[in-house]
């Protein structure tokens, strides 16, 4: 025979309410926001893709995956070449983060100089910063996963 936790039907849904107020108070919104996030970094750094797949210099004289003044810049500072990854001091992504919106959350860079050099960098190499089909679905998995585990809770 199953076991109940709550003494009465009340009981269970003053706990819901609870945790279903929980949810609406966007904790779960600006979790899948750090989430996917932080997928969208990853695609760029570790796979050197854009939001339509790998970054590519337009010049045609190449060091490695960057051109050939640019990568052997990034050579002698010792950063790699194999890919675009868009992180030669930091900067920039130090400053992507996850910002309340008028919806929930967001993200964004919230220095003027991480915007822009973004903002340059999609100049150059096309969309970045939008989120992929995949990354999309790690939010949403991340939201459900959430609510399913404040729903389960007494």
Same mark, same amino acid.
């Given at each position: 025979?199953?076991?109940?936790?709550? /003494? /009465?039907?009340?009981?269970?849904?003053?706990?819901?309410?609870?945790?279903?107020?929980?949810?609406?108070?966007?904790?779960?919104?600006?979790? &899948?926001?750090?989430?996917?996030?932080?997928?969208?970094?990853?695609?760029?750094?570790?796979?050197?893709?854009?939001?339509?797949?790998?970054?590519?210099?337009? /010049?045609?004289?190449?060091?490695?995956?960057?051109?050939?003044?640019?990568?052997?810049?990034?050579?002698?500072?010792?950063?790699?070449? &194999?890919?675009? @990854?868009?992180? #030669?001091?930091?900067?920039?992504?130090?400053?992507?983060?996850?910002?309340?919106? @008028?919806?929930? #959350?967001?993200?964004?860079?919230?220095?003027?100089?991480?915007?822009?050099? &973004?903002?340059?960098?999609?100049?150059?190499?096309?969309?970045? #910063?939008?989120?992929?089909?995949?990354?999309?679905?790690?939010?949403?998995?991340?939201?459900?996963?959430?609510?399913?585990?404040?729903?389960?809770?007494?």
């Amino acid at each position: 025979m199953a076991t109940n936790k709550y /003494s /009465s039907f009340q009981e269970f849904l003053q706990a819901q309410y609870r945790n279903l107020a929980e949810v609406i108070a966007q904790t779960t919104v600006r979790e &899948a926001a750090i989430i996917t996030a932080g997928e969208m970094k990853r695609r760029v750094e570790n796979e050197g893709k854009g939001t339509n797949g790998l970054l590519k210099t337009k /010049s045609k004289k190449k060091f490695g995956a960057y051109s050939y003044a640019y990568g052997k810049r990034r050579q002698n500072k010792g950063r790699q070449t &194999a890919k675009i @990854d868009l992180n #030669f001091t930091g900067l920039m992504w130090r400053n992507w983060r996850p910002v309340p919106t @008028d919806n929930g #959350f967001g993200v964004t860079f919230v220095s003027m100089e991480a915007l822009n050099r &973004a903002m340059w960098n999609e100049q150059r190499f096309g969309p970045i #910063f939008t989120m992929t089909e995949k990354e999309l679905k790690i939010g949403q998995a991340a939201i459900i996963k959430r609510v399913r585990t404040i729903l389960k809770r007494r």
